[in-house]
């Protein structure tokens, strides 16, 4: 189910597929397709083996993770997975770590979980995880060991020994959360509800139909909101640099995390045209967009002062219109959408590629975006 909420954001199947064959994993394939639980749609991953499930140490999945052509920071993040869980089997079983032996987690679909999963937020960019608190399910469930009560005591222990929170749900007799699953989320992932802006939405359908909730796992891809509201503005008057130079004075201030940069024409002393710097940043940039103010212009100094804003909720998403697809920003107050805003780039290759004019092309994004979107 992670894996298909990872498909479901924007990850390419094929991709995913090429960095796993970097594993050396014989024996199984991926397959993504569309799927509902209940009235919601998504993308349900299965990873169909041809072989017989291995028994594996830790220290043989370990070693197949380190033989592998992976990136240092997914070797190392799948190798924390395999370790934390391992911990919670001998803990359970009474066992030292080293004499663990995985059953349906040393099986290549977990491997594959487990590390296409690391793979996938990677590939994403994804760079900090949280969580939501999970849900407990309830009955019995059958494993290699025979039969185990619901939450299994694997998944309980990685819940217990990250302090994650755990939630009752009313649906009975089903196992929502396996050893695996706990310990990609307690491994990777803090229990928190940040702020954000959200950008994409994924849904992971489950295999099963379940009464009371539906069997989906909801991933939320966005931009995380500074805990506070409030920016700084910096400015300084400039009467003695060309064009050129306040163009390129822009160009590096975007990238030293400003965001929003102006010029205004103002008149100084002695009456000489000038134009005043303004610039809009989060107060942790103040340092990288003063020594690019200093550098890149002619300044002796600056103002700053700081402001606080009112904002929408911006969404971007990808919107598949009669000329082709387009990135549009949504902009919602109170959950409405009161605004479409296609994305130049986009719109300006469709222009030249189709020979209409851009203001065209807009129009026909737009009213398609509204129509699609006012129907749901």
Request: aromatic share 4%.
């Given at each position: 189910?992670?894996?298909?909420?990872?498909?479901?954001?924007?990850?390419?199947?094929?991709?995913?597929?090429?960095?796993?064959?970097?594993?050396?994993?014989?024996?199984?394939?991926?397959?993504?397709?569309?799927?509902?639980?209940?009235?919601?749609?998504?993308?349900?991953?299965?990873?169909v083996i041809d072989r017989q499930r291995a028994h594996r140490s830790l220290s043989e999945i370990i070693g197949i993770i380190d033989k592998s052509d992976l990136s240092h920071k997914a070797k190392e993040r799948s190798a924390a997975v395999f370790n934390r869980l391992a911990e919670a089997e001998a803990k359970v079983h009474r066992v030292p770590v080293d004499r663990v032996r995985f059953h349906e987690v040393g099986a290549v679909d977990a491997i594959v979980d487990v590390v296409g999963t690391v793979i996938g937020?990677?590939?994403?960019?994804?760079?900090?995880?949280?969580?939501?608190?999970?849900?407990?399910?309830?009955?019995?469930?059958?494993?290699?060991?025979?039969?185990?009560?619901?939450?299994?005591?694997?998944?309980?222990?990685?819940?217990?020994?990250?302090?994650?929170?755990?939630?009752?749900?009313?649906?009975?007799?089903?196992?929502?959360?396996?050893?695996?699953?706990?310990?990609?989320?307690?491994?990777?992932?803090?229990?928190?509800?940040?702020?954000?802006?959200?950008?994409?939405?994924?849904?992971?359908?489950?295999?099963?139909?379940?009464?009371?909730?539906?069997?989906?796992?909801?991933?939320?891809?966005?931009?995380?909101?500074?805990?506070?509201?409030?920016?700084?503005?910096?400015?300084?008057?400039?009467?003695?640099?060309?064009?050129?130079?306040?163009?390129?004075?822009?160009?590096?201030?975007?990238?030293?995390?400003?965001?929003?940069?102006?010029?205004?024409?103002?008149?100084?002393?002695?009456?000489?045209?000038?134009?005043?710097?303004?610039?809009?940043?989060?107060?942790?940039?103040?340092?990288?967009?003063?020594?690019?103010?200093?550098?890149?212009?002619?300044?002796?100094?600056?103002?700053?002062?700081?402001?606080?804003?009112?904002?929408?909720?911006?969404?971007?998403?990808?919107?598949?219109?009669?000329?082709?697809?387009?990135?549009?920003?949504?902009?919602?107050?109170?959950?409405?959408?009161?605004?479409?805003?296609?994305?130049?780039?986009?719109?300006?290759?469709?222009?030249?590629?189709?020979?209409?004019?851009?203001?065209?092309?807009?129009?026909?994004?737009?009213?398609?975006?509204?129509?699609?979107?006012?129907?749901?």
């Amino acid at each position: 189910m992670l894996l298909g909420a990872l498909v479901g954001c924007g990850l390419p199947v094929e991709r995913l597929r090429r960095e796993l064959r970097k594993l050396n994993l014989k024996g199984y394939k991926i397959r993504a397709t569309s799927a509902k639980r209940g009235v919601i749609s998504g993308t349900r991953v299965t990873i169909v083996i041809d072989r017989q499930r291995a028994h594996r140490s830790l220290s043989e999945i370990i070693g197949i993770i380190d033989k592998s052509d992976l990136s240092h920071k997914a070797k190392e993040r799948s190798a924390a997975v395999f370790n934390r869980l391992a911990e919670a089997e001998a803990k359970v079983h009474r066992v030292p770590v080293d004499r663990v032996r995985f059953h349906e987690v040393g099986a290549v679909d977990a491997i594959v979980d487990v590390v296409g999963t690391v793979i996938g937020l990677e590939l994403l960019d994804i760079e900090t995880l949280y969580s939501s608190p999970l849900p407990s399910g309830s009955g019995v469930a059958e494993c290699a060991h025979g039969t185990i009560p619901v939450p299994a005591p694997a998944t309980l222990e990685l819940i217990a020994s990250a302090g994650a929170p755990i939630r009752p749900t009313p649906c009975r007799n089903a196992e929502l959360v396996t050893p695996t699953g706990a310990a990609i989320v307690t491994t990777l992932a803090s229990f928190e509800c940040p702020a954000m802006i959200l950008h994409t939405i994924g849904y992971g359908i489950g295999s099963r139909e379940m009464e009371g909730i539906p069997n989906v796992l909801p991933l939320w891809i966005g931009e995380s909101i500074p805990e506070h509201n409030d920016l700084l503005l910096l400015e300084t008057n400039i009467d003695d640099m060309s064009p050129e130079l306040c163009g390129y004075a822009m160009e590096r201030l975007f990238e030293s995390g400003a965001l929003d940069v102006w010029f205004t024409p103002i008149h100084m002393k002695k009456n000489r045209p000038a134009v005043m710097l303004s610039v809009l940043s989060h107060p942790e940039s103040q340092g990288a967009i003063v020594e690019t103010i200093l550098q890149e212009t002619s300044t002796l100094g600056l103002r700053v002062q700081t402001v606080g804003r009112h904002y929408a909720a911006r969404e971007i998403v990808q919107f598949d219109s009669s000329l082709g697809q387009v990135a549009i920003k949504l902009k919602r107050l109170e959950g409405c959408l009161i605004g479409i805003s296609p994305e130049y780039e986009n719109c300006r290759r469709i222009a030249r590629k189709r020979g209409l004019p851009l203001q065209e092309v807009y129009r026909i994004v737009i009213a398609e975006a509204g129509d699609k979107l006012t129907k749901g």
